[in-house]
DNA sequence: GCGGAGTGATTACAGCTGTAGTCAATAAGG
DNA sequence: CCTTATTGACTACAGCTGTAATCACTCCGC
């Protein structure tokens, strides 16, 4: 499964949201701030077709676009890369670093506790 | 500052770990299973100071190249982007994903709860 | 002094990415 | 029927990236 950049996930991210859609349809739903024409739109598509990211189905002289891998599957690989690369494959020191630059508010410190302890049992 | 790219980072990582080195030196220390010549690291090296992210001194007719940004402030900003994008911003989610894939140990759940409590204190 | 080794600078080039434009076919509306 | 809007396919093109090769200079050893 070929890798998938920046601006063609924004694009999954439409479908894993709602599927099948037409290349028309993704393009009315992705983020107004990339400010992508229909063509741009189309573009993606295609090159996510050809790495196997989506799958389309033929409907009268359209398409329809479906995600053919999971999100949860990119994003553990995507997630996992990074751990990886910046905190030695380990969660632990990502914990504590967003916990050094006070991206953790007690909130969420509740919140990973009442995960972990749920984990435990 | 601008983006630093996957292979770039691999030159960073050398730096970040011992500086200041010649050119030669960071090419003796990048992981061997990248390959690259000597030629490869130098355009390296000249494409991270052209981005801003390392710094040199001249010393004789070489120079001497060193980070000039903290490795840190780095990882700060591609985690953050990364959990901006898949997972709303926020760690908890995160977490939540590597147990549910199992990537947790118990010892790293006792690791986890122990850096939460001490920040509570 | 001279030739070779090391050094930065410049150039090369293909593949990926962002961002379209163009074109041919066709469906739909008048 | 004929025009127009829609749609996928193909083409375009610049900037970034990985991966060098080449070149000109200079210092060191002989």
Redesign the pocket.
């Known amino acids: 499964m070929e ?1 998938i ?4 996930y924004a694009v999954m991210e439409v479908l894993w949201d709602e599927s099948p859609l ?3 349809e993704v393009a009315e739903r992705v983020p107004l701030d ?4 229909l ?2 739109v ?3 598509l ?1 090159r996510l077709l050809a790495k196997g990211a989506l799958a389309h189905e033929q409907d ?4 329809l676009y479906r995600p053919a891998i999971r999100r949860e599957d990119y994003v553990a690989e995507e997630s996992g890369r990074l751990i990886d690369r910046m905190f030695g494959g380990r969660l632990t020191p990502l914990v504590a670093h967003f916990a050094a630059r006070d991206r953790l508010t007690p909130a969420d410190i509740a919140e990973i506790e009442a995960l972990l302890k749920e984990l435990k049992s």
Request: glycine share 14%; hydrophobic share 25%; net charge positive.
């Open positions: 890798r950049a920046e601006g063609e037409t290349a028309a990339r400010g992508w024409s063509p741009t189309k573009t993606m295609s009268g002289r359209r398409y």
